[in-house]
C-alpha cells in the first residue's frame, strides 16, 4: 500500500516533533555488564527544517565521540513512543553526538575529527547515498544536554557537547538538516475522462539514471552563535543506477478529479536536470472492465525550479488524461497522457 511522506516547507523553521522515547539498552557483547559500561542515554525529542513523521523501524546512527575514541551506535523508532539504542555514556565524561538517518540510505559511513580536535567538528563521510530515495535523508546539526527530562527543546544549531551524568539522568534532545530537496506529487484524473476511463494508479517511481550514487563529504564546524554548523558539502559520483519507487499499489489505486493521489521523492539538487517520473496504471472502462496497463514517462527538469535548495519542497500536480477528449474515437481512449500542470 502506498505511504505519504511528510511534507517539507521551503523556508523557516518548522513545528516542533516532540516525542517521548525510551531507550532500551542493547550491545554485541553478550556478557555486557550495564553497572560498568555506563548509562542509556535517552532522546526526549527530535526536530528539524520539517516536522516530518519518523516511520517506525527507523534507524538514526550515531557517532558518540570522546577525546579517547568515536563510538558508533544507532537509534531506532519501534513506535511512538518507545525507542531502542546501543547508546551508552558514563558519568562526568565529555562526548560530542554526531550522525545521521536513515541509517539504511547510506552504504557505509564515518567520522574524522577537525585538525582543531573532535570539540571543534567532524568530517562526516556518507558512502554509496543514491540520488534520489522515498526516505528523508538528514544530518544531526544539533544537541542538547538536558538536565532534566521535562527541559523545554531548546536545541541550538551548532552544539554537539554532551557530558555524561548519573544513572536515570542521561536525556538529549537532537536537531537534523536535511541533505536533499522534496518534491510533493499530486495525480488526479481529469474531470470530464472520469467520466469515460477509470484510472488505477499501480506504482510510481523516480528516474535518474546512470551514475547517480554518490560518495558525500560534509564538513561540520562546531560553533556558539546557533548557526548552521554544514560549512561545505561535496559530491563523488560511484557507479550504479536509481530508479527509486515512491509509491506502490498492487491493486491499483482509483485517480479522483477533486481528490489527488499523494506522494513524496526527496532528491540531491545536483540531479534535478536528470529526473524523471515513470508511472504505471491499469485503464478500465465505464462498467469496470480492464482494457490494458500503460506507462508513462515525464521529465521534470523544466518543472522543478532551479532554486530549489536542500530542505526545499515543491509541489507538482500532474493530470491524466487524452489530447482532443471530445474528438477521438472510442478506442483513443484507452491511451491516455499523464501531464504536469505546475
Known sequence: MHKVL?????NGWMALLLMSALLWSCS?????????????????GIKSYAANDIDDDTTIRIFLSSIEEIIDGSVQKVNDNNWRSTIRVNKDTQYYIYGYMPMESVNSASVTPLPAGIAKGVVLKLNGVEAVTPSDICVII???????????????????????????????NLLLDHLQASIHFELLI?????QLRTIKVRKAEILAGTGSRYNMTITLEANTADVSPIKTISYEPTAGETNAEVFTDDEGCALSPTVPLEFDANYLTLMRSMLSLKTTYDVYD???????????????????????ARGGRTTLTLTVKPTYLYVLADPDLNNPTLKIEN
Open 6 to 10: 511528510s511534507d517539507i516547507r521551503k
Open 28 to 44: 554485541d557483547n553478550s556478557d555486557y555488564d550495564s553497572e560498568t559500561q555506563g548509562d542509556e542515554l535517552w532522546v526526549r
Open 142 to 172: 544539533g544537541v542538547q544536554d538536558l538536565e532534566n527530562r521535562t527541559d523545554a527543546f531548546n536545541v541550538k544549531k551548532g552544539i554537539f557537547s554532551y557530558v555524561g551524568k548519573d544513572r536515570g539522568k542521561n536525556y538529549a
Open 190 to 194: 481529469d474531470n470530464s475522462y472520469s
Open 286 to 308: 465505464s462498467k469496470g472492465k480492464f482494457i490494458h496497463t500503460r506507462t508513462s514517462i515525464n521529465k521534470l527538469d523544466t518543472a522543478i525550479p532551479e532554486t530549489l
